[in-house]
């Protein structure tokens, strides 16, 4: 059975990674037109700073952010010292969703599961994890069927820059030889309901490089990308967004459907192509976004 949180339809086109060691960055974050914050206490944050950077989350997120958009922390890696200490933090400020970074293993997620289940928190904490080893992609099937039976896994997101590091192919435009280890992290987390959200592209000055791996993210499938500087934050939100023909050509398909004599039919003809049910029911599910979207954009 597929998670039923991924089933809520929830925008991830853009969420931007916030050092939480940087208070000028932390400012910010109210006034970022980005679907969600990912608080990072990983990469970012330098070892003898992180009781500093968890400190500063624990004081600042519960006023940030609280304008429907997704707030993730990403905590450090399960066999780091400072693990238990982001968990704790987590269990005081109740995120949206924790961010595991370097998953390998089912285990990972049943541990963090666990440790949130005992804790009593609620099961609207969700569990997010990074797809950024070889064995965590090779291991990908099993570790999307955690979020079976109501598990708390709802997303992957894949990180090439150490996937990168660890496999040694080289970061080029189009990656080619990294498509077919996406695809299956893509693949993997639709057959069981995940969300899956692309990597970060690290030259934030270069836009048209930018713009095109959105594109490819949004042809391969997924819901969004990881960001790191709020300038990537306004492409990704066109590029992960429905077009207008798509919209368009949505509407016309509930239309046909809705009209009398599509009732008792599981197939009919639109423009001259086979539409069914299915096809119905993408359209339902990209006219449920477009609703959310045009929802955010009416908040104050
Ligand atoms: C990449 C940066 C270090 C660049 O910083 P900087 O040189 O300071 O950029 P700018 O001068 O252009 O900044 C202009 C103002 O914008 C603010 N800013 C910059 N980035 C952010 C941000 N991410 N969130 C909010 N605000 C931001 C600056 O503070 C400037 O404002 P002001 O100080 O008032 O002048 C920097 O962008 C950065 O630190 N980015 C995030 C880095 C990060 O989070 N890394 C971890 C995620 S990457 C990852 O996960 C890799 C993955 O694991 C994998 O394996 O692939
Ligand atoms: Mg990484």
Known sequence: ????????????????????INPRALDKVPQLACDGVIFDLEDSVFPERKDEAREALRERLPALARDGRTRIIRINDLSSPFAAADLDLVLAVRPDAVLLPKVERPQDILFVQERLDTAGCPPEVAIWAMMETARGILEAGAIAATGDRAGRLQAFVIGLNDLRKESRVLPRPGRAFLVPWLMQVVLAARAHGLCVIDSVFNDFRDEDGFEAECRQGREMGFDGKMLIHPVQIDAANRAFAPSAEEIADAK???????????EDRNVITLDGRMIERLHLEEAERLLALVQVLENRKTMP
């Open 1 to 20: 059975m597929p998670s039923t949180l991924s089933l809520t339809p929830r925008p991830y086109r853009s969420l931007l990674s916030v050092p939480a």
């Open 252 to 262: 016309a398909i509930a239309a046909a459907f809705a009209r009398q004599e599509a």
